[in-house]
């Protein structure tokens, strides 16, 4: 931008990357740990060339740090533990049972409110109960 008559400068192209540069913030895409909206804060791998980087945007600092701390660590965002793993064929069992009562040919996106609801409830109800069922199983570790 000059700052004499306040105009925005044409982008110029940069000798190590020709052509137009991106926008620098992705409108649209949601935040690598919540999933809510993305307001401007951003990561990448500095150590990878400029060509192969890998972005990820978010909605807030405090998400960035969370991604930032589990990155240096080598750690991935969703990894499932132990338990919660052996909880899954139960939560798909009860889901299973509710795509029946909807229909399998019938889109997610076709289901009214209060359909949805039914088995966004069927699922989380279904996940709470068998994790509750392993944990009380399990000795307690202290």
Known sequence: MSHVAQIASAPTEAADR??????WHPRGTLCA?????????????????????TYRWFCSMQCQAA???????GLSMVDFT???TQALPAVMRALGLEMERIGWDRPLGQLNQNEMHRLIVITVE?????????????????
């Open 82 to 84: 132990e338990d919660e």
């Open 67 to 73: 991604f930032n701390r589990k990155a240096k660590r």
């Open 126 to 142: 279904a996940f709470r109960a068998e994790m509750a069922e392993i944990t009380s199983q399990s000795e307690v570790p202290f």
């Open 33 to 53: 740990v919540c999933t809510s909206r993305t307001r401007g804060f951003g990561w990448f791998d500095p150590h990878q060339p400029r060509g192969k980087r």
């Open 18 to 23: 020709p052509g137009f540069d991106r926008l």
